[in-house]
DNA sequence: ACCTGAACACCGTTCAAGT
DNA sequence: ACCTGAACACCGTTCAAGT
């Protein structure tokens, strides 16, 4: 084995980011390490900062595919219908995605700590722009009240990326995760009020 | 300088507590350092390990005092009026509590791995059965649909929880915190749908 | 251009020994 | 009972040197 065998002659940066969303879901975000990574991939512990300033770098990374992945569930969850079940089949994929990739939402939705950080919220604007623009279809047929479909789709996004995160905490462990999410969506869609 | 003096003798566990929390605003949850922590309290590296069996057990202790001042905010946050008003003051208190400490939220809701941390369990269960009494109040006179108060208040919860995350994120940048929580809290009450 | 290997300053955790 | 100090095995990051 010579020392040249040692090199990774590929798309090094790809087969870090593969073996680092491996690692993510073996001994989550904590638990990544740069060192180890570069064990897994058969490179030197040097050889990721080419590739990814610091550890930051490489979680931000992860978050950018994590949201593209999420944009990818919500394209297949486009279907047709009424509106009520148009946005539960939004709510079913969205939850799935976070209870499938809990390591990767914190990721998501960390909080940005400098300046914008444009590839993240590029990536999100993309992703969300799907369920969003579901609203803006649902308000031009009359079946959803009025408002800028931006602001009302984060607030409907937000109510199930909320549940998401009780069920994985555990709070909620006597219920099943899908009768809430039932339940969240009837309750958004007609009220908490009694429709008289 | 006797060596006596480096000896902490007074309830350590509280000291290392509340210099915890200091650190986690200032360098967060990655960056807190059971060592550092040593240091900040005057106390040799390893006394902690005495009354925190590792940095998770540090993390799952801020977590549980975190939820009990949640609890209080709540409990400061029961007013009289309109359900409606209600409602909203419970989701305010909830998001300013959320958007004040960003950093202790993902320990509060942090995925348990193994077995159910009843302690933790226990002070969220605490926390969260003051806005759900709430919700039994208002079914009890018809002002909020029937259905199992519990189920019901996590929903609530979830969405506000759900807002202070895309808040927190970034993601919303362009809007106003306040504006979307009246938002959501407009819509999880009165619903997506026209009420025709 | 890309990677290595050594070096530096840090960690978390453990444990015999001290008071 | 509570804490110290040394020890161990790990980190992230940097950088001169190699190919």
Redesign the interface.
């Known amino acids: 084995m010579s020392l040249h065998s040692r090199y990774h002659h590929g798309d090094l940066r790809a087969a870090l980011l593969q073996h680092a969303e491996a690692a993510l879901r073996t001994v989550g975000a904590?638990g990544l390490s740069l060192r180890q990574l570069a064990r897994d991939t058969g490179v030197s512990h040097a050889a990721p900062s080419r590739h990814f300033r610091d550890k930051q770098a490489l979680l931000d990374a992860l978050a950018v595919s994590g949201l593209e992945r999420l944009g990818d569930c919500f394209e297949q969850a486009v279907t047709a219908g009424p509106?009520?079940t148009r946005?539960q089949t939004f709510a079913r994929a969205y939850l799935r995605f976070a209870l499938d990739n809990?390591e990767l939402l914190?990721l998501?939705?960390?909080?940005?700590h400098s300046s914008?950080?444009t590839e993240i919220?590029a990536a999100?604007?993309r992703a969300?722009a799907i369920p969003i623009a579901l609203i803006a279809e649902g308000q031009a047929a009359?079946?959803?009240?009025p408002?800028d479909p931006k602001?009302?789709g984060?607030?409907?996004?937000?109510?199930?990326?909320?549940?998401?995160?009780?069920v994985?905490?555990?709070?909620?462990?006597d219920?099943d995760s899908e009768?809430?999410l039932d339940?969240?969506v009837r309750?958004?869609?007609?009220?908490?009020?009694?429709?008289s």
């Open positions: 904590d509106i009520t946005l809990p914190p998501m939705f960390a909080r940005r914008t950080d919220q999100a604007e969300f009359g079946e959803i009240v408002g602001r009302l984060v607030t409907a996004l937000a109510a199930v990326q909320g549940l998401a995160t009780f994985g905490s555990g709070y909620t462990a219920y009768q809430l339940d969240l309750h958004m869609t007609l009220g908490l009020l009694p429709r």
